[in-house]
């Protein structure tokens, strides 16, 4: 593996994706694998419990259940048989104190703003009141973990990358990818083309997963990549797990 981790809205999920698709990584976002994990894991506090408790304590909370879900990530990243391509991580559950390991890693720390603007940004996209109730709670949160992947990243001499309320995207991706160094790619064709498949189909499962438990009428769309299997491919689709499911047919998704 390799990450990209950091505090919400720095940019980590859109630069893992566009990365990935175009050096032919393997993607995985931990956050697709969500409900999966919950099933795998020990029974755990509720998430407003957790913040009911104040910032710090939450922020505890969430660094233990991610170095539970750490060794469930690596699980999963292992069954895809990727061979000597590393898997780019992304999540926010990913800490300078667990990737002693690891080969490359980087973490985007956002300006608190930013963090405001990404959360209010989700909840815009569905009916979710229990969400906006906690909004405050989290951003308060995410100011201790945001300080915390700092303190982790300095003490083990690891990139961090300090995202601003107004920022160079394209600044920032470079600064990633050089953070990251050379890395194997995927081999073009078959290969390729399953792994992207693999991706999407857990993009599916989560998204039905989660509008099963909001109770949600319908889902916002979100990408898929095209499955083509072309190196380089960055042709991305929008839309919802019936609209993939319907758009392949029995084969892939080709959107190039």
Known sequence: ???????????????????????????????????DHVGRMPPMRSLADDLADGPEAAAEAFVRISATRLKLVAADVRARGLGD???????????PSM???????????????????????????????????????LLARDAVLAD???????????PV??????????GISVAVEDALGSLPRLAAGDALRRQR????????????????????????PYPFSCECGRSGCAAVWAGTPDGYDARRGDGWLVVC
């Not at 080969?103 to 229990?130: C, I, Q, Y």
């Open 161 to 170: 990358i300090e995202v601003p309320a107004e920022p160079d995207w394209a």
């Open 1 to 35: 593996m390799v990450w990209i981790g950091g505090a919400p809205g720095a940019g980590k999920s859109t630069i893992a994706r566009d990365l990935a698709r175009r050096r032919d990584l393997p993607l995985h976002p931990v956050d697709l694998w969500t409900y």
């Open 148 to 158: 915390l992947v700092r303190r982790e990243a300095a003490d083990r001499r690891r």
């Open 197 to 220: 498949q693999y991706e999407n189909a857990a993009a599916c499962r989560q998204g039905r997963l989660w509008q099963a438990d909001l109770g949600l009428a319908e889902l916002p």
């Open 99 to 137: 990737a002693d390991d690891l080969p490359a890693a980087v973490w985007l720390v956002p300006d608190g703003e930013l963090t405001r603007r990404a959360r209010e940004k989700r909840l815009s996209r569905v009916e979710d009141p229990e969400g906006r109730a906690r909004l405050e709670g």
């Open 85 to 95: 391509v590393p898997a780019l991580v992304e999540g926010p559950q990913l800490f």
